[in-house]
Each structure stands twice: as structure tokens, then as C-alpha cells.
């Protein structure tokens, strides 16, 4: 199957800082990716839609000035936490969408990114 | 905003047993229902997805119904076995799109030898 990576998979960074995570599909190009939250034993929480060339679609409640989304090739889309404060201390988990499957609408996973902040 | 339920948050079952988890969704526009198992540390994998022009779909111990008129879905595993242990997660399209996704809040499966 098609398989997507973060990177870092774990950062720990001090308040007021910013931190950048990125998600690659590494076999496939993937013109929409998807950045999720998930808290302790809780959901998935879409945050954002990464489109390809184009803006990103934020969710309600989801400041897009606080986690910047872009999504500058077909690979490669980055999410930069901007000056992270405790309550942003979570998993963040990308996902992406592989148009070329004949099951388009499946998701595939990176393994995740946890961010504490100080 | 749009939501998935999904019941029970828990379930304990004995090995050779079956599961069953279930969901509602509010959109009525969406058009796509995946299932995905998430054991402890790793990614979601997708097991089962069903679309909604269909009711039911089968891969092996796994199924999925849906109920469009209802709005509600479920997933069905049969001969459960200890591997089976994990989370599950439902999710419904947002929209017809069936790109984005609404998740549910997860099913904790314990199958116990």
C-alpha cells in the first residue's frame, strides 16, 4: 500500500517557539493530505485540508495563523506550529490521499508526530 | 458542526465471539464510511470501507452495514480473536466530496483468550 511519513516523530520545544512538522508520501503523489489531532485515547480531530498548490482548508475553531499549512509540491506538505504554547502539546498525524488507487477515498496514515511544549 | 457518534467507547469480548460497533452520522451529503483499527503506538490502518450505494460489504471476518435512510453504520467481526484487540474508528465523509473525514470518538476492543 501507499506509505506516508512524518518527521520529527517526536519534539519537545519551549513556549513561544515554533515547530515544523512534515508528512511525505514516499511512493505516490498526493495532491490532498489531511493533518489530524488526536489527544490521549480521544478521536482524530481533522484540523486542515492540505491542497496541492492552493490554499489549505481550515476547520472551524482551527486558527489557520497558529498552525500554517503548506503544500508547496505533490510529496510534501508541512504543518508549522507557531509560537506553541502548552495547550498545543499533542499527536499530530497526517494522512494522504493516493488519486491513482482505484479506492481514491482511502487515507493512508503517517505514524504520527508528538509535540510537547514546555 | 457535523458529527459521527460511535458506540460503545468500550468493549470486552471473549475469544471465538463476535463485535459489534456502531455509528450514526448527521450529513447527509456524505458518501463515504471507512473503518479503521489503530493498535497501541501506531498508525490507523483502514480495514473495511463501505460507500453509499451500497448496504453491505464482506472481507472475511469483517463486515460493514449501512443504513442511509437511518444514518447509521456498523462493523461486524466475527471469531474474534486476540490480534483483534485495538481501536476502531468510524468515520463519514464530510460532504460528497468523500475526501475529508469525520471520525468517531473510537471503540476500545479487548478480546480476551
Known amino acids: 500500500g501507499a506509505v506516508v511519513s512524518q518527521h520529527p516523530s517526536r519534539v519537545i520545544c519551549k513556549s513561544g517557539t515554533s515547530v515544523k512538522i512534515e508528512c511525505r508520501s514516499l511512493?505516490?503523489?498526493?495532491?490532498?493530505m489531511f493533518w489530524y489531532r488526536q489527544f490521549p485515547k480521544k478521536s482524530l480531530m481533522l484540523m486542515a485540508t492540505?491542497?496541492?498548490?492552493?490554499?489549505?482548508?481550515?476547520e472551524q475553531g482551527v486558527e489557520k495563523d497558529k498552525f500554517l499549512i503548506n503544500h508547496a509540491s505533490l510529496t510534501l506538505s508541512t504543518l508549522t506550529v507557531t509560537s506553541a504554547h502548552p495547550e498545543d502539546s499533542s499527536f499530530y498525524i497526517c494522512?494522504?490521499?493516493?488519486?491513482?488507487?482505484?479506492?481514491?477515498?482511502?487515507?493512508?496514515f503517517g505514524p504520527g508526530t508528538r509535540l510537547t511544549v514546555l | 458542526g457535523e458529527n459521527v457518534e460511535q458506540h460503545p467507547s468500550t468493549l470486552s469480548v471473549q475469544e471465538g465471539d463476535s463485535a459489534v460497533i456502531k455509528c450514526t452520522y448527521s450529513?447527509?451529503?456524505?458518501?463515504?464510511f471507512p473503518w479503521y483499527k489503530q493498535e497501541l503506538g501506531k498508525r490507523p490502518q483502514l480495514i473495511i470501507d463501505?460507500?453509499?450505494?451500497?448496504g453491505e460489504k464482506k472481507d472475511q471476518r469483517i463486515a460493514v452495514t449501512l443504513n442511509k435512510t437511518a444514518k447509521h453504520f456498523s462493523l461486524h467481526i466475527t471469531e474474534t480473536q486476540p490480534e483483534d484487540s485495538a481501536v476502531y474508528f468510524c468515520?463519514?465523509?464530510?460532504?460528497?466530496?468523500?475526501?475529508?473525514?469525520?471520525f468517531g470518538k473510537g471503540t476500545s476492543l479487548l478480546v480476551t483468550p
Open positions: 450529513d447527509s451529503a456524505s458518501n463515504y
Open positions: 492540505s491542497n496541492e498548490g492552493s490554499k489549505a482548508t481550515y
Open positions: 511512493d505516490f503523489q498526493a495532491t490532498t
Open positions: 463501505i460507500r453509499s450505494n451500497v
Open positions: 468515520a463519514a465523509s464530510i460532504g460528497d466530496s468523500g475526501y475529508a473525514l469525520n
Open positions: 494522512s494522504a490521499r493516493d488519486p491513482g488507487l482505484a479506492s481514491y477515498n482511502e487515507q493512508f
